[in-house]
């Protein structure tokens, strides 16, 4: 009798999953969000390419593609070697939703950019929308994918 006492509790035990916690997740992801801005304003492409993960995604213009992360460090290095960030801060509060698991989570962003490039001078100012697919893994939160319009 105790031995079937003993796997019932291990069967109802298995049955309850593992529940994250989205709001430390949430925090977690906020902080990442925070790290790729300033990674823009320092121009620091090899720390940004890092949280690429290893199967990114950009579409962007009408395009997907998935660039290695050697071919991105190498599209932001020159992009922010050639720019000069005045301002790169959210228009709207970030939207973070996660799947039942908590691997995979979204960010619906709007940001105004404020750029000089060394091709012109004036700055430029645009305001964007994108939507970034996290995924976790071991290390922490990479970006998947990233959905990218302007107005």
């Known amino acids: 009798m105790t031995k079937y006492f003993f796997l019932c509790v291990l069967l ?8 994250p916690n989205l709001e430390k ?6 902080k990442v969000e925070e ?4 990674f823009h304003l320092s121009k620091d492409a090899k720390s940004f390419t890092d949280l690429f993960s290893d199967n990114f995604l950009a579409i962007n213009n009408g395009i997907v593609d998935s660039p290695s992360r050697q071919t991105s460090f190498e599209k932001f290095d020159q992009y922010f070697k050639n720019s000069e960030f005045i301002k790169w ?3 709207k509060k970030p939207v973070i939703r996660f799947s039942t698991d908590g691997s995979l989570a ?5 940001k105004e950019v404020v750029v000089k ?6 700055a430029d100012s645009t305001n964007f929308a994108w939507l970034t697919v996290y995924k976790k893994d071991e ?4 970006i998947d994918c990233v959905v990218s319009t302007n107005k």
């Not at 290390?139 to 990479?142: A, H, L, N």
């Open 12 to 19: 109802i035990s298995c049955m309850h999953a593992f529940v």
């Open 25 to 30: 997740e949430k925090q977690e992801i906020l």
């Open 35 to 38: 790290s790729l801005r300033a």
């Open 89 to 91: 801060d959210d228009s």
């Open 106 to 110: 979204y960010v619906a962003v709007q």
């Open 117 to 122: 490039t060394s091709a012109s001078s004036k």
């Open 139 to 142: 290390t922490g939160w990479k």
